[in-house]
């Protein structure tokens, strides 16, 4: 048997989480039986489906109090009991919030630690970067000259897709956020053509200037008035990805959406995205955007915490979208 | 000068339109100049997007008190000053409620009338056929095997959408109507699999039942609860094409639509038609729905009145969605 630290749910969740709903917890692991690994977690992704996920509101398991919190994570294979992994080697996979994971060797993927900085691997080149691509290549399929609009522009998810947009042709791209730092990090970094701080009082107006031509493609994060803004401004045969609903993760009704005479008059084509759908791309995305990364053809920013302990502090900052770049819990060093 | 009778707006429209906002009233028309034509109007179609016209609720423009009511009819040349016609060709187009038009030949189409019955080239054969065409072989993509939901089965457009997919290989097709004689009609003359009246208070369960594995495809033409019951039941990957409103064209308000959480889960591909885009297919699909009729592949229904007169009265039955089949004005014989 083998010590490790966990962070569990410590109460039953009725509202958007906070730091109190968890509890550090030490728990021990067997060894790895056949067909599984003994992972040390280097990396811990925070990602707000987990949010939703505690109110029994996503399309993953809800946790039950005493459950270990689920995550997305990259680590380092200590213990193998499986031909397809050797000890040194770096994975990805579901984890969970531990510092070590016994896990099953077919739901882990290898990673080359020499394309791109480690932790993008399950950041913007992980999963995040898978959504950005199947919504810009897959769903939208953004063409040279489209005018684009993306949603949460300053997340992993939205900044991406602004930056494979252009990297496809789009001649305007234009982010959403909810703040000027937010904006000023979107434009600078990401190299957006520019961003509306949907918290100004003219932010409609905004978005209607910034499409005189309307909007050819809109990435959606959020839902309600920004989704409807959008459709207003939307080209004729405009393509709306639906992708999250920030707006009512937490609200306690589901409010309803836009009237679907829009989508009639615009001849829009509206697609939901759920990304695992696309997993089996998740090798050659990762493979592209870290080489992106490497060429200086795509930013990205993180935010940052040392220590699986600050991680129900990042997750409640998450949750209230005042974090800046990809939510990160650097648990243990790359390399011992 | 030439006399002839037109029906026009007679008083402002605000609500459902009846026969009373309507009147009949002589009138002349000069000679047909360079590039226009003098028309016999044979058969006028009365289409349910002429009642959102008059309250300036469509993409047309909106008819003024005075102004002849707006109406696509088949008619044959009587006068021609154009290259391309000659007296006594056939033609289809708009031409307005009238017993005579003067039309500009560039906006007329032939219309051979050895294919099948002449009063189809303006009814399932004419611009209800060319929407059913397009939204299962364009936006739909039906496929073999699909299960299909069609709202306003008992209609010209529904009842055509069901007898397409059907020819294109679906492998149930479902429709709804609001009485049991429309739902007969459905079933027993379009040959439909099945029929559910939305006026049965099971409604709901019966759409549920009808589909076990999902709705892969469904073509709506009314909004409302229809098509958040649709929702409801979509197979992951479903297809709605959104083609009408019925539920709202002549409502106060415009309601709101589905909340876009469920376009998500079920990654579903949502799709607004609008007709005029398929103009230049109008030609080959009035010659395809023909020869499924001389083939005796696709059943049509008619409900005709005789006399120009009587089209305000069939017009507000179809306001009140109690016509069956595809209204029609036979306003003179086939042949003088």
Request: with cysteine; charged share 20%.
């Amino acid at each position: 048997m083998t010590q490790t630290n966990a962070i569990i749910l410590a109460r039953a969740v009725d509202a958007k989480p906070v730091a109190g709903d968890f509890r550090m917890q030490a728990s021990e692991l067997v060894a790895p039986g056949e067909g599984e690994l003994m992972v040390r977690v280097i990396y811990l992704s925070l990602d707000p489906y987990v949010g939703s996920a505690l109110r029994g509101r996503h399309m993953t398991r809800q946790p039950q109090p005493g459950d270990v919190i689920p995550g997305k994570a990259l680590g380092q294979v200590v213990e193998s009991n499986s031909a397809q992994f050797f000890v040194g080697d770096y994975v990805t996979g579901e984890m969970g919030w531990r510092e070590l994971a016994l896990v099953s060797a077919g739901q882990m993927r290898k990673v080359d630690p020499g394309i791109a900085p480690l932790s993008t691997q399950i950041g913007v080149a992980g999963m995040p970067g898978l959504t950005a691509y199947a919504s810009m290549h897959h769903l939208a399929e953004v063409k040279a000259g489209d005018q684009v609009l993306v949603s949460s522009a300053a997340g992993p998810v939205g900044g991406t897709v602004g930056q494979i947009a252009r990297i496809m042709g789009a001649a305007n791209v234009v982010g959403i956020a909810g703040s000027d730092q937010k904006c000023s990090l979107v434009t600078d970094a990401y190299g957006f053509d520019d961003c509306i701080n949907y918290k100004d009082p003219d932010w409609k107006d905004q978005i209607a200037a910034a499409f005189p031509k309307g909007i050819n493609v809109y990435h959606d994060n959020v839902g309600g008035e920004l989704l409807d803004t959008a459709l207003a401004n939307l080209a004729d045969y405009g393509r709306v990805v639906l992708c999250g609903l920030a707006s009512q993760y937490h609200a306690d009704e589901r409010p309803a959406g836009p009237n679907p005479g829009v989508f009639i008059v615009k001849r829009a084509k509206v697609m939901g995205l759920v990304v695992y759908d696309f997993a089996e791309d998740q090798p050659m995305v990762s493979q592209k955007i870290g080489q992106w990364i490497a060429n200086g053809d795509m930013a990205y920013l993180e935010d940052r915490v040392q220590g699986l302990d600050q991680a129900p502090i990042l997750f409640e900052k998450l949750m209230r979208g005042e974090n800046v770049g990809k939510a990160i819990v650097a648990v243990a060093p790359e390399s011992l």
